[in-house]
């Protein structure tokens, strides 16, 4: 079945520390999203990204990376500026390039701090 | 801008009794309107989605959103609650003919009572 595929479920990162976030689609979409979902604060878009080598800040990008190598994958980097960096981070996908595309959804990980 | 908001961050209702939860919306052009469900620990699923035509849209698990532009609304109904559909709900905004980002509500967790 097609759909997306966010690894680890859960993820632990030290004061410091750099960590990866890993999002694979095998939808074929050419649009990929990651957002921040805080409790009572709904999503709230980091980085975006239309096509392959490509991709735009969100509200949020501060403290964050992305890359876009492949059409398939779009990891997440939370980087040591990102001071508060718990929360739990989605990554979705949509077919073409419009907003109106609905968005699939990966079943998220959860990023705690030690 | 575009913008969202939902009434109530968290709704309680009886088994078998009427779903009500309210979305209203601004937005400075004709709007495309998406309502998603997140059960706990998963990432969002699509619930239905207004483009343009009917004004009543129907979607998965007997829910059903009715769009008025007159009162910037598109609240979801459901007539007869199940426990199953404990989960938080979002509605989320994106203007009609633009290329631009999806903007989500704060969420509405809907509670089940037996």
């Known amino acids: 079945d097609g759909g997306i595929t966010q690894s680890p479920k859960y993820l632990f990162r030290k004061e410091g520390q750099n960590v990866t976030l890993s999002c694979e689609q095998n939808l074929n979409h050419d649009a990929m999203y990651w957002y921040r979902q805080d409790p009572g604060q709904g999503l709230r878009l980091i980085y975006y990204?239309?096509?392959?080598?490509?991709?735009q800040k969100g509200d949020i990008a501060e403290g964050y990376s992305v890359s876009r190598e492949k059409k398939e994958s779009f990891p997440l980097t939370v980087t040591s500026a990102q001071k508060n960096p718990t929360a739990f981070y989605l990554c979705?996908?949509?077919?073409?390039?419009?907003?109106?595309?609905?968005?699939?959804f990966g079943d998220g990980t959860r990023l705690s701090i030690l | 801008a575009q913008s969202v908001t939902q009434l109530g961050s968290h709704v309680s209702v009886s088994e078998g009794a009427l779903v009500l939860l309210r979305c209203n919306y601004s937005s400075s052009v004709p709007p495309y309107l998406f309502w998603y469900v997140q059960y706990p620990n998963q990432g969002l699923q699509l619930l239905l989605k207004y483009t343009t035509g009917a004004t009543l849209v129907k979607g998965i698990n007997g829910f059903e959103a009715e769009f008025k532009k007159s009162e910037t609304s598109f609240h979801l109904t459901k007539p007869s609650a199940h426990m199953s559909d404990a989960a938080e709900y979002f509605c989320?905004?994106?203007?009609?003919?633009?290329?631009?980002?999806?903007?989500f509500g704060k969420g509405t967790r809907l509670h089940i009572l037996p």
């Open positions: 990204s239309q096509i392959v080598n490509d991709f």
């Open positions: 979705a996908s949509s077919s073409g390039q419009g907003a109106y595309q609905p968005q699939h």
């Open positions: 989320a905004v994106t203007p009609m003919n633009r290329d631009d980002k999806i903007i």
